[in-house]
T-cell receptor, first 119, second 113 residues
Framework: SAVISQKPSRDICQRGTSLTIQCQVDSQVTMMFWYRQQPGQSLTLIATANQGSEATYESGFVIDKFPISRPNLTFSTLTVSNMSPEDSSIYLC????????????????FGPGTRLTVL | GDSVTQMEGPVTLSEEAFLTINCTYTATGYPSLFWYVQYPGEGLQLLLKATKADDKGSNKDFEATYRKETTSFHLEKGSVQVSDSAVYFCAQRGGGSQGNLIFGKGTKLSVKP
């Protein structure tokens, strides 16, 4: 079955800096998403990472703060820019629709998450 | 707008007790419904799903039935184990917003031996 990995698994960062999180899938997938899970809260969709075009952001999230890249069908990055303590969260990527099976459509599967703490 | 409401936690049960975690949804149209589980220190895992009314999703002795008339998708298990201790999230995905999962706030379950 396909495997989703994220790097780093956790990090502690200083206010005002930026962190780039990587999401790697071991098979080609149609759709990739980025979510945020704030402490004690549910998951909130940040954006859909579109291969070869700009990401589609949800209300309340902007490209300047959360730039996203998706250069191919197996990889995406999310950058958390100019961080503040309010950005402390778990950031998760998810995927849907693998050409090689393992992920069927209408099911999203999640990576292990990146736990970010901003001081 | 579309939403998911779960019972408040935490829920504490003794081993072999019966589990119900309530979940209701509001949606335009007929969404697919999901239960995800997050074990301590791990990522989110799909537990089960149902894509249309009266479907029953099941996995690892957990089950949930898509009830259109009550807009509910309650999670049940007949006999919980300590290893079931986790946070459980109910979610929906509407046909009008493909790819957008809407999650409930999660219910933390602790099972004591």
């Amino acid at each position: 079955s396909a495997v989703i990995s994220q790097k780093p698994s956790r990090d502690i960062c200083q206010r005002g800096t930026s962190l780039t999180i990587q999401c790697q899938v071991d098979s080609q997938v149609t759709m990739m998403f980025w979510y945020r899970q704030q402490p004690g809260q549910s998951l909130t969709l940040i954006a859909t990472a579109n291969q070869g075009s700009e990401a589609t952001y949800e209300s309340g999230f902007v490209i300047d703060k959360f730039p996203i890249s998706r250069p191919n069908l197996t990889f995406s990055t999310l950058t958390v820019s100019n961080m503040s303590p309010e950005d402390s969260s778990i950031y998760l990527c998810s995927v849907e629709g693998s050409r090689q099976g393992g992920f069927s459509y209408n099911e999203q599967f999640f990576g292990p998450g990146t736990r970010l703490t901003v001081l | 707008g579309d939403s998911v409401t779960q019972m408040e936690g935490p829920v504490t049960l003794s081993e072999e007790a019966f589990l119900t975690i309530n979940c209701t949804y509001t949606a335009t149209g007929y969404p697919s419904l999901f239960w995800y589980v997050q074990y301590p220190g791990e990522g989110l895992q799909l537990l089960l799903k149902a894509t249309k009314a009266d479907d029953k999703g099941s996995n690892k002795d957990f089950e949930a039935t898509y009830r259109k008339e009550t807009t509910s998708f309650h999670l049940e298990k007949g006999s919980v184990q300590v290893s079931d201790s986790a946070v459980y999230f109910c979610a929906q995905r509407g046909g009008g917003s493909q790819g957008n999962l809407i999650f409930g706030k999660g219910t933390k379950l602790s099972v004591k031996p």
